[in-house]
């Protein structure tokens, strides 16, 4: 590790002592809820046992940084969006690539997530296409950082985001909610679920949303309808049938961002200020269909198989910025038709079981996945250049040129096909360690659909990823771990032969210490680690159109987590991130330089809410928080774009009338900051962060 990591962890390991070893000491909390499914988080702050890893493992018990925002967090904060939701959770980043953030890039440790996952399998991610499907029809969001090749196979090394849908209960359950808010915001969900029939075992749930919303920039608005259903049927009574389907659709109005003054300062204009036109439009249709049958073994083991079969289809028509705006107010403006494929088909099987050997209780992990992804490429249509000032926004009432669409250039087909397999070895009452890896064969295959005919190809062979760890019990409460994770992607830059790079390697080591106090109501983490990624395309020195594979960078950093009950009706949110990131080779530019410089150094973000349980006021909540970050930058040539630190302050205020109906006040961005959520250019791509904004939600629960 760097020197310039001591300053942060020494405040990192002060604030560890304060958040663990103090609530530590206190009088340990009762339970107080018991919810019908282990893994269900309404009520919580904690999740008990993960689903992104397979094997059901706590938190605690993963030897790698993993955060899990819960279903409680996100009710107690009106979140309904995956980027939102991400923005408060340590060590990561949200890019914004519009207004109205459907399209997103989420990062860890200066690295992208390469995927989400949806219950474990992978859709990928991509700037133009949503981030993820609506918050309400998933139980929790569970984010693991660092290298994650056992679980998605080739991959960024930033991480995964795993989505754990809700399920179908055995029980009569009716809940649903509005909301309005602020620039607009009018929102309804449904979510029913319960037997099917008599005996129960044949069981459903539905969940409905309709979401429209403005902006507090001009023109933007953004409508949301989805729907999601499941249906589950028990052929025995240790095995399990569940299928379903998601269908969602947005029809909002696209907005790419501000450009930037050709020295590389920021506009000064009003936040509400849009470079787009009237006709501007951004359309997305994501279909969601899956399959899944679990088997419960006598010993508490499972055996599952999943499909899951994901399709995405966007539009977007804009009018954009198009280069830096001069000392008068001028600056290019273009128009851009854009669409896009993208289908996802997963299959997986897996066997989690513990077993016994030399007289001790072991876990085993064993699994067969594929994984086909087809997109589509090259179906851009670009209209005339104009010119116009940003201070005289006539260009919102140009008439929009007709472009003519051409058909998909290409087609990119990537497949893999893996075996994985995970132990775990209790060697002693304390010491644990996990031996594992992830055997790929990974192709893409690149094709001129005009004639059928191959353009390039990669087939990189057999890959293996290995994920070794060791986890040791200091005590009842603190864990301590040591991991070594590996992660491999397979890049899409082509050499001056014309063919494909070889694949991209990253490792990471991580040391960390983890744990669960008052009765498990409170867990708490710190983790040191170190990521180094290879052979990163590089411009060929020879043939400038072509690129050869030697870059090299690092990251770097400490992350500081506690999330839980402290007391009975306070929960809290506490994490801090230190990240650094370089260049160990690169171009001559490059060199040294930091090399994720959208992600601040520093983040702090911090959260409670206090529920009243007697007297008067009982019913009440009042809770709030703040996240810092530092500043951070965009490089164009030789200019920087810099967004300054800024902090955010926000307010929660809620009453439940009782155990049915609660109504609820979120206050963001209290004192109403202005600041740059994102820089990225001189052309665009540069985006005011939301004014102070409000929201009135009302939840039932029958």
């Not at 002060?14 to 107080?32: H, I, K, M």
């Not at 030897?63 to 925002?69: A, F």
């Not at 589509?376 to 669409?405: C, H, K, V, W």
């Not at 090399?595 to 150094?601: G, L």
């Amino acid at each position: 590790m760097s020197r310039d990591i001591a300053g942060p962890w020494a405040a990192t390991a002060a604030l560890a002592w304060l958040a663990c070893c103090g609530p530590a000491a206190a009088q340990a909390l009762p339970e107080v809820r018991v919810t019908e499914s282990g893994s269900t988080t309404e009520g919580t702050y904690v999740a008990r046992a993960l689903d992104i890893g397979k094997t059901g493992l706590s938190p605690r018990e993963t030897p790698q940084s993993i955060s899990v925002i819960t279903r409680q967090q996100l009710d107690d904060r009106n979140v309904t969006k995956l980027e939102d939701a991400l923005k408060s959770t340590v060590g990561v980043n949200i890019t914004r690539l519009d207004g109205a953030g459907n399209y997103n890039t989420i990062q860890a440790r200066g690295f992208d997530i390469g995927a989400v996952l949806l219950d474990g399998l992978p859709i990928a991610q991509g700037p133009n296409y949503a981030t993820a499907l609506d918050l309400a029809l998933y139980d929790r969001v569970e984010v693991l950082r660092g290298p994650a090749g056992l679980l998605q196979g080739a991959g960024e090394p930033g991480g995964a985001v795993n989505l754990v849908r809700k399920r179908a209960l055995g029980t009569l359950r009716i809940g649903g909610g509005a909301q309005l808010g602020s620039f607009g915001l009018r929102r309804v969900e449904a979510d029913l679920t319960g037997p099917l029939n008599a005996a129960g075992t044949l069981r459903g749930r539905v969940v409905v949303v309709e979401d429209r919303r403005d902006s507090f920039v001009d023109l933007l608005f953004s409508n949301k309808h989805a729907a999601y259903g499941t249906l589950e049927l028990d052929l025995a009574p240790s095995t399990t049938l569940s299928v379903g389907a998601t269908r969602q659709r947005v029809r909002s109005m696209v907005d790419q961002g501000l450009p930037a003054y050709a020295t590389g300062q920021l506009l000064d204009v009003p936040r509400s200020t849009v470079v787009g036109t009237r006709a501007n439009r951004q359309d997305m249709d994501t279909r969601d269909t899956f399959a899944e049958l679990e088997h419960r073994l006598d010993n508490g083991g499972v055996v599952k198989a999943a499909l899951r079969d994901v399709q995405r289809e966007n539009f977007y028509r804009s009018g954009r910025a198009n280069g830096a705006v001069a000392a008068n107010g001028n600056f290019a403006f273009e128009t851009v038709d854009l669409k896009g494929e993208l289908q996802d088909r997963s299959a997986d099987l897996y066997l989690a079981t513990p077993f016994t050997l030399a007289g001790r209780a072991h876990r085993l992990l064993l699994g067969l996945n594929h994984n086909e992804r087809k997109s589509g490429e090259d179906n851009f249509a670009y209209g005339p250049r104009s010119t116009f000032n940003i201070f005289a926004p006539g260009y919102i009432d140009m008439a929009y040129p007709q472009l003519t669409l051409p058909g998909f250039v290409r087609t990119t087909t990537r497949t893999e096909t893996a075996l994985y397999g995970q132990a775990q070895f209790s060697l002693s009452e304390r010491l644990r360690l996990l031996a594992g890896g992830r055997l790929s064969w990974a192709e893409v295959e690149i094709k001129r659909n005009s004639d059928g005919q191959i353009l390039s190809g990669s087939k990189p062979g057999r890959q293996y990823t290995p994920n070794l760890a060791a986890l040791f019990d200091l005590t009842p409460q603190w864990t301590a771990y040591a991991s070594y994770a590996e992660s491999f992607v397979v890049q899409s830059q082509l050499d001056a032969r014309g063919q494909l790079l070889v694949p991209r390697s990253a490792e990471q080591m991580e040391l960390g210490l983890k744990g669960e106090f008052l009765n498990k109501r409170l867990q708490t983490q710190v983790a040191l680690f170190r990521i180094e990624d290879r052979n990163r395309a590089l411009v060929d020195p020879v043939v400038s159109t072509a690129s050869i594979a030697g870059g090299e960078v690092r990251s770097e950093g400490v992350e500081l987590e506690a999330s839980g009950q402290v007391a009975l009706g306070w929960d809290l949110l506490a994490g801090y991130a230190y990240t650094k990131t370089e260049f160990l080779k690169g171009t001559a530019a490059q060199q040294g330089q930091v090399f994720a410089t959208s992600t601040p150094k520093h983040v702090v973000n911090l959260s409670s809410r206090y529920a009243l349980r007697d007297g008067a006021l009982r019913g009440f909540s009042i809770g709030g928080g703040i996240s810092w970050r530092s500043s951070f930058y965009a490089q164009a040539g030789s200019l920087r774009l810099v967004s300054g630190n800024y902090a955010l302050a926000n307010l929660q205020l809620g009453y439940a009338f009782n155990d049915h109906v609660e109504l609820g006040l979120t206050v963001d961005n209290l004192f109403d900051k202005t600041y740059y959520e994102k820089v990225s250019g001189l052309a665009r791509q540069n985006f005011y962060g939301s004014p102070r904004s409000a929201v009135l939600a009302l939840k039932l629960h029958y």
